[in-house]
């Protein structure tokens, strides 16, 4: 009896929710979550959990693993507090042979999207292909790539190159910031593919002029970087020193080798010996 009136009030169990494209459809609402999304809810509490969603929700609970003690060695160990988001974001050499969710892709350059930019010019530009959905696609960027570079850049499922525009849409001016700020979007990206479980690692060793005879790039715009995108795969696939580098800490300067009051140089009190202050 409870079963029939529960069944009329969320209908039948199968058309509540579906997965497609990599994500869990509410059915009745036409949206679509993520498992991030869905460890979210879980983790803020069954409360808000939509009903439909609470079975994949249960489900999800019961296989998530405790939470490991073990830190990874890429894991930053800042002096100072920063977003886990930064801490864990590293750049790999070793992807796993996994399809990585087109929702999941126009979610990163939605990311991009966002970016700021110099007068809010949005310089940036990308070109996407991933391996499989887009084989040839995905050959014709690979190619695009250093030798040294495809070597391991050929395990990421999505490969993306970056590029951006010279001069001011509006008044045909060099635009100085252009390069950074396709850099802040990339950067933007790599921290909403984070997020999603996905890792970039951004390449300078491009054939530049490859892309451009590739892509047929209008003269105002320049290559910038290659993106490698993908969820993290074995090591063990690489070449030794490429193991090697792939287990090895992230390093970094000290605050105060780059940030500077009064002279060149002169690290500004706020950062001098690693005052916490
Ligand atoms: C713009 C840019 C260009 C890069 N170019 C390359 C490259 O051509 N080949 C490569 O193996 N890594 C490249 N990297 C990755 C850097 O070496 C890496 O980000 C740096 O060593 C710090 O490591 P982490 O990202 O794991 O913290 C590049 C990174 C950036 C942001």
Request: charged share 30%.
């Amino acid at each position: 009896m409870t079963r029939l009136r529960n069944r009329r009030r969320f209908g039948p169990a199968r058309t509540a929710s579906q997965e497609r494209d990599g994500l869990i459809w509410n059915t009745r609402s036409k949206k679509g979550f993520d498992d991030t999304e869905l460890k979210r809810m879980v983790q803020n509490g069954g409360a808000v959990l939509p009903d439909p969603l609470s079975l994949h929700c249960a489900l999800l609970l019961t296989s998530m693993a405790p939470p490991s003690t073990a830190q990874h060695p890429k894991t930053a160990d800042p002096d100072h507090d920063i977003l886990d988001l930064l801490r864990e974001r590293w750049s790999p050499r070793a992807f796993a042979d996994r399809r990585v969710e087109p929702e999941k892709i126009r979610r990163m350059l939605e990311a991009a999207r966002w970016t700021m930019s110099s007068y809010n010019e949005q310089p940036w530009r990308y070109v996407v292909a991933s391996r499989h959905d887009d084989p040839e696609a995905y050959e014709r960027l690979l190619d695009c790539l250093i030798d040294g570079n495809q070597a391991w850049a050929q395990n990421a499922p999505v490969l993306m190159m970056s590029f951006y525009k010279e001069t001011f849409s509006g008044n045909d001016r060099p635009n100085r910031c252009a390069p950074h700020d396709v850099g802040a979007a990339s950067a933007a990206l790599t921290f909403q593919a984070k997020e999603m479980d996905l890792y970039v690692h951004q390449m300078a060793g491009i054939h530049a002029d490859v892309a451009r005879e590739t892509y047929d790039v209008p003269d105002d715009f320049e290559p910038m970087a290659g993106l490698a995108v993908g969820y993290l795969g074995d090591p063990e696939m690489l070449s030794d020193d490429k193991k090697t580098a792939e287990q090895a800490p992230r390093s970094r300067r000290s605050l105060d080798e780059f940030v500077f009051g009064d002279e060149w140089e002169d690290s500004a009190d706020v950062v001098a010996n690693g005052s916490s202050r």
